[in-house]
């Protein structure tokens, strides 16, 4: 099999740290999770998953369907707006938003990922909506260095306020205080918005880490070592609770050589390659995130204390 250069490049450049005689790689980086189509649909077929659904989906949408009307009371300052849809997947999070909106302002709807596969979803998906504009160009396919760029050339003619949305919790896959910087930045205009969507943390770290142990996660994770030449049965995949996050990682079960040119790496036995994080927030703490970036918000949480929106204002 052809080895991934983009996956094989990362673990060259970041190398590896020791945790007592163990050897951590760590390219937890979602950029990497979605280099194929394949990776792609594997995490929309996680998507579907029931588990996934009922907690990262449903949770949300109720959330939505709820506290949209109130919502829509604040940001509705014109006649028309743009949806920067952040992470947008494929397109599923954005459609209460639109649904709700629909009729009370012009809707252009924007997608941006950092995957074509979940761009080309969305798109297909909020045409079939038929409620409002959707806008396709080159930025769709995009991370969040261009937000600020994405943000200037929306605003045109009566498109003059940004409504961004990141939802289903994706903040929690990012160093949160670099996305949020990225997203304030790109919040040029007074009647800009953001809408946040995610899942706080109100359980034990040994609940939380049940949730991510299963085979659909193993099955959309591994496919990033597989892409590095690995085969199935030479890693093992487990999760651990460390410094306010999730850590999913796969331990190497037999000694392996991987070469691409004149480069190769060496992994033994024992060693663990970290592929995704998970940062978990509390509301206290998305408070103190929320006010080093806004000068205006609100927290709508659900009643079980498991979900969060957050709405703000610069």
């Not at 099999?1 to 060259?12: A, V």
């Not at 009370?104 to 761009?119: A, E, G, T």
């Not at 659909?216 to 591994?222: E, G, Q």
Request: hydrophobic share 40%; proline share 2%.
């Amino acid at each position: 099999m052809e080895i991934n250069d983009l996956i094989f490049k990362e673990l060259l450049k970041r190398g590896y740290s020791l945790e007592g005689n163990t050897r951590i790689w760590n390219i937890a980086d979602s950029k990497l999770w979605y280099l194929t189509p394949e990776q792609a649909q594997a995490y929309l077929d996680l998507e579907q998953s029931e588990e996934y659904r009922e907690y990262m989906f449903q949770t949300e949408i109720n959330m939505l369907n709820k506290n949209m009307p109130e919502i829509i009371e604040k940001i509705a300052h014109g006649s028309a707006i743009n949806i920067i849809d952040i992470g947008c997947g494929d397109g599923k999070k954005a459609v209460p938003v639109l649904d709700k909106l629909y009729g009370k302002m012009q809707l252009r709807y924007c997608p941006i990922d950092i995957s074509s596969h979940m761009v080309r979803e969305a798109i297909k998906k909020i045409k079939k909506l038929g409620k409002g504009e959707v806008v396709e160009f080159s930025w769709n396919i995009s991370d969040f260095d261009n937000l600020e760029n994405i943000s200037s050339l929306l605003r045109e003619k009566e498109f003059r306020q940004n409504f961004f949305l990141f939802l289903g919790s994706t903040i929690g896959n990012f160093e949160p205080h670099e996305v949020m910087y990225e997203i304030a930045e790109a919040m040029e205009s007074d009647e800009d918005y953001l809408l946040m969507g995610l899942a706080l943390s109100n359980k034990m770290p040994k609940d939380i880490l049940a949730s991510y142990k299963n085979d659909m996660n193993d099955k959309f994770l591994s496919l990033i070592l597989l892409e590095l030449g690995f085969e199935r049965d030479e890693i093992e995949f487990g999760a651990r609770y460390k410094n306010s996050r999730v850590e999913l990682l796969y331990t190497i079960k037999k000694d392996k050589r991987l070469t691409l040119g004149e480069k190769s790496i060496d992994f033994v036995v024992g060693d663990q390659i970290l592929v995704a994080v998970s940062y978990r927030h509390s509301e206290e703490s998305l408070k103190t995130l929320l006010n080093a970036y806004f000068e205006d918000y609100k927290i709508f949480v659900n009643d079980d204390k498991s979900w969060a929106l957050a709405l703000c204002k610069k």
